[in-house]
Nanobody, 119 residues
Framework: QLQLVESGGGTVQPGGSLRLTCAAS????????IAWFRRAPGKERGGVSCISRIGDITHYADSVGRFTISRDNSKKTMWLQMDGLEPEDTAVYYCHARRRFIGRTADYWGQGTQVTVSS
């Protein structure tokens, strides 16, 4: 089992920055790819960014070029640095971990952290 806890959300003005943290407990993180998702009001949850197991490959949604994902497996911690925030970035942000097996995956989610961008 893997437990994920997000923190770092809050309210910020447009153009501001936030750094989300996802702390993992339980199993080692080395076997898990990590992703951040978000659910904006009235919309479905969608992918924001993901990072490979050893952090050498990252991907970002087209709308979040101002974000940076990172991880430190030795600390069991992942981050999403969000700069130049816009009102459209307002959402609940979720940390997700996935481990792949033959024929199945093991998926874990955090409880989410609210990010509000408003003047």
């Amino acid at each position: 089992q893997l437990q994920l806890v997000e923190s770092g959300g809050g309210t910020v003005q447009p153009g501001g920055s936030l750094r989300l943290t996802c702390a993992a407990s339980g199993r080692s993180l080395y076997d898990y790819s990590i992703a951040w998702f978000r659910r904006a009001p009235g919309k479905e949850r969608g992918g924001v960014s993901c990072i490979s197991r050893i952090g050498d490959i990252t991907h970002y949604a087209d709308s979040v070029g101002r974000f940076t994902i990172s991880r430190d497996n030795s600390k069991k911690t992942m981050w999403l640095q969000m700069d130049g925030l816009e009102p459209e970035d307002t959402a609940v942000y979720y940390c997700h971990a996935r481990r792949r097996f033959i024929g199945r995956t093991a998926d874990y989610w955090g409880q989410g952290t609210q990010v509000t961008v408003s003047s």
